[in-house]
Each structure stands twice: as structure tokens, then as C-alpha cells.
């Protein structure tokens, strides 16, 4: 699979150039075969980034509700072994996050070093959401003079510095936009509604934000386009049918992990030493 036609490299990046219904000509059958092959890398992959304890993984997955972030992290994720993989979900700040800059509850939950981490909605809340509602930033306590001046410029620049420092610390940063459509968006809310198992899913508030459609595209054209660097691009995943978007993700998962070439770490002489021990007095029966 060609999963760098997904990447964003154009500074005047826009979403209605993507296709949120495409598939290419990927069968779902295919698409679910490929999946499975690449779950089962991705677990070995991760034994090997868990056993190194050089490199962590950091999986950004952001997009409208019911765009199938959680299922993604399902579908691609469930093989992986859970003492390298953490996952976190952003709501709304507390108020003693609200006390703290918009980065700080985000670096506190970083995956460390051999693990997997996954934000399901991350900092870019900060310059999506908080952009569609202004009011949320009053909640800031930011001193006035500087919430007016350039902000999400200055917000942009900030995240972007942000994402070099974790990888220039060994942290690989793997930001996924999933491109759900509006009409398909309605579709998944009302299945919501009519099925037992997604009930509880449910959100009027979730119903009453597709009023602002516009704007949050706006704000994700934005954002997308100012914070794909060389070090941390942005894939816009078409999310319409979600076998194509595990699909696309598990691909590129596997990619960045193969890159890392990591390698079981070497068995020292005292290592040896004591495993030569150790077998001597395992084959004695008591």
C-alpha cells in the first residue's frame, strides 16, 4: 500500500481536495487481509522497541466524532502487549490543567521509552476546538495582551517546536487526521441511537457541534497545515469506511517501526555467565 499519498506536505493544504470515501482499489477483503498481516508485525515490532528501551512511539489520532478513533485503536492496536502500550483520552481540562499551560497535561501522559502511547484527541484540541469555541479560552487564564496577539500563529509554532523536541529525544511521532464526511458522520449517529451496543456513545452535545462543520474544518485545515513538518507530518486518512482507515494506519505504523531497524539487545558476558549458572541449577532435582 501507497500510504504516503496520505501525507501532507502543502503549506495551502485543503480538506475538500480529500476524499473522505476513498478506497482506491483495495477491496474491504484485501484491506482486512493486509490488516491482520500487519497487526500480527506490529506486535513483534513492538516486543523488539519494548526490549531496546530507546525509542517510544507516540500515535496522534484526531477528527469529528464518530470519525473512528476508538475503533482504529482497537482494530490496529489489540495485539500489542499491554505493559508497552498506554492509550489517553483528552476531555475537557480540569481546572488545575487549566492552571498549567495548554502542553502540560499532554507531556505528562508521553509514553516512555519502549512503549507505545496513543492520544485519542491530543494538543491540537488547543487550535481546533478552543479556535471553533473562543470562550473555552477565557478559561485560560491567559493574560489578555496575549491571547490577542497572533495566537494560534504563535500556537502553531509552539506544537511544532514541541514535536521536534520529543523527536530529537527518540519519541516518533505518528499524527493521523481521520477525513470522516458529514453525510457519513449522521449515518454513525444514528446507528448510535438504534443499536444497544453503541447507545451509550451517544451525545446531543456530539449532534448539536455539527452546526459548526464549517469551522472546524477551517480550523483543521489550519492546524494540519501549519504543523506537518519534515520531523512529524500529518496523514489525512479517508475515514468513510473504517476497514480502509485501520488499514492505512497499520501500514504506516509498520513502516516507521521497520525504519527504527531496532534489534533484541545483546546478551552481555556476565549475562552469560549467569544464564550458564542458572541452567546448572535448573537441571538439579530436588
Given at each position: 500500500?501507497?500510504?504516503?499519498?496520505?501525507?501532507?506536505?502543502?503549506?495551502?493544504?485543503?480538506?475538500?481536495?480529500?476524499?473522505?470515501?476513498?478506497?482506491?482499489?483495495?477491496?474491504?477483503?484485501?484491506?482486512?487481509k493486509?490488516?491482520?498481516?500487519?497487526?500480527?508485525?506490529?506486535?513483534?515490532?513492538?516486543?523488539?522497541?519494548?526490549?531496546?528501551?530507546?525509542?517510544?512511539?507516540?500515535?496522534?489520532?484526531?477528527?469529528?466524532?464518530?470519525?473512528?478513533?476508538?475503533?482504529?485503536?482497537?482494530?490496529?492496536?489489540?495485539?500489542?502487549?499491554?505493559?508497552?502500550?498506554?492509550?489517553?483520552?483528552?476531555?475537557?481540562?480540569?481546572?488545575?490543567?487549566?492552571?498549567?499551560?495548554?502542553?502540560?497535561?499532554?507531556v505528562?501522559?508521553?509514553?516512555?521509552?519502549?512503549?507505545?502511547?496513543?492520544?485519542?484527541?491530543?494538543?491540537?484540541e488547543?487550535?481546533?476546538?478552543?479556535?471553533?469555541?473562543?470562550?473555552?479560552?477565557?478559561?485560560?487564564?491567559?493574560?489578555?495582551?496575549?491571547?490577542?496577539?497572533?495566537?494560534?500563529?504563535?500556537?502553531?509554532?509552539?506544537?511544532?517546536?514541541?514535536?521536534?523536541?520529543?523527536?530529537?529525544?527518540?519519541?516518533?511521532?505518528?499524527?493521523?487526521?481521520?477525513?470522516?464526511?458529514?453525510?457519513?458522520?449522521?449515518?454513525?449517529?444514528?446507528?448510535?441511537?438504534?443499536?444497544?451496543?453503541?447507545?451509550?456513545?451517544?451525545?446531543?452535545s456530539?449532534?448539536?457541534?455539527?452546526?459548526?462543520?464549517?469551522?472546524?474544518m477551517?480550523?483543521?485545515?489550519?492546524?494540519?497545515?501549519?504543523?506537518?513538518?519534515?520531523?512529524?507530518?500529518?496523514?489525512?486518512?479517508?475515514?468513510?469506511?473504517?476497514?480502509?482507515?485501520?488499514?492505512?494506519?497499520?501500514?504506516?505504523?509498520?513502516k516507521?517501526?521497520?525504519?527504527?531497524?531496532?534489534?533484541?539487545p545483546?546478551?552481555?558476558?556476565?549475562?552469560?555467565?549467569?544464564w550458564e549458572?542458572?541452567?546448572?541449577?535448573?537441571?538439579?532435582?530436588?
Amino acid at each position: 500500500m501507497n500510504s504516503n499519498r496520505f501525507l501532507v506536505s502543502a503549506k495551502k493544504f485543503r480538506l475538500k481536495d480529500c476524499n473522505p470515501d476513498f478506497t482506491g482499489r483495495l477491496t474491504k477483503r484485501d484491506a482486512e487481509k493486509q490488516l491482520s498481516t500487519d497487526v500480527a508485525k506490529i506486535r513483534k515490532l513492538q516486543n523488539r522497541l519494548f526490549s531496546r528501551g530507546t525509542h517510544a512511539v507516540l500515535i496522534i489520532l484526531q477528527g469529528m466524532d464518530a470519525s473512528g478513533k476508538d475503533s482504529a485503536v482497537k482494530h490496529v492496536l489489540w495485539e500489542v502487549n499491554p505493559a508497552g502500550f498506554d492509550v489517553n483520552s483528552f476531555k475537557s481540562p480540569t481546572s488545575e490543567e487549566l492552571d498549567h499551560d495548554f502542553l502540560w497535561r499532554h507531556v505528562k501522559a508521553l509514553p516512555r521509552r519502549g512503549k507505545i502511547g496513543v492520544f485519542n484527541r491530543s494538543h491540537y484540541e488547543e487550535v481546533v476546538v478552543v479556535r471553533v469555541h473562543p470562550e473555552f479560552l477565557e478559561k485560560q487564564k491567559i493574560p489578555s495582551g496575549l491571547r490577542k496577539r497572533n495566537i494560534w500563529k504563535r500556537r502553531f509554532e509552539q506544537i511544532s517546536n514541541f514535536e521536534k523536541f520529543l523527536t530529537e529525544n527518540g519519541i516518533i511521532v505518528l499524527k493521523f487526521f481521520l477525513h470522516v464526511s458529514k453525510e457519513e458522520q449522521r449515518k454513525r449517529f444514528l446507528e448510535r441511537r438504534h443499536r444497544p451496543s453503541k447507545r451509550w456513545k451517544f451525545s446531543l452535545s456530539d449532534i448539536k457541534e455539527r452546526r459548526f462543520w464549517p469551522k472546524y474544518m477551517r480550523a483543521y485545515e489550519s492546524a494540519i497545515s501549519n504543523t506537518s513538518t519534515p520531523w512529524a507530518p500529518w496523514y489525512v486518512i479517508p475515514a468513510d469506511r473504517k476497514w480502509f482507515t485501520r488499514a492505512v494506519i497499520a501500514d504506516v505504523i509498520v513502516k516507521r517501526l521497520k525504519a527504527l531497524d531496532l534489534d533484541y539487545p545483546s546478551i552481555s558476558r556476565e549475562q552469560r555467565q549467569e544464564w550458564e549458572q542458572a541452567k546448572k541449577m535448573l537441571k538439579v532435582k530436588k
